[in-house]
């Protein structure tokens, strides 16, 4: 688990789920994201970031991750987000 700072000074943190699957998780009290055509999730930007966007990096753990997918989780909290990025470790 990491825990980073958004441009405002909130936290985020992000978590390993299984070898190919981050957690990104956090209060904002906004969040913008788009679907393709299909109905796909292609991004999901946090209030002050991170901007998380399929085909995008991700830093985690000393390592740059390619993001492949992103799920928005349902949460029970008001104004807190969590998302699941299905990612893949670039060498």
């Known amino acids: ?7 405002y000074g909130q936290e985020r943190v992000i978590e390993k789920i299984s070898m190919n699957r981050l957690r990104v998780m956090g209060d904002s009290l906004i969040y913008k994201h788009s679907l393709d055509k299909d109905g796909n999730l292609k991004m999901f930007d946090f209030e002050g970031g991170p901007f998380l ?19 928005i ?19």
């Open 1 to 7: 688990m990491e825990i980073i700072q958004n441009r």
């Open 53 to 71: 966007g399929v085909g995008s990096k991700i830093k985690f753990c000393n390592s740059d991750w390619v993001i492949k997918g992103i799920t």
């Open 73 to 91: 989780e349902t949460t029970e909290r008001e104004n807190f987000y969590s998302v699941l990025l299905d990612v893949e470790l670039q060498y």
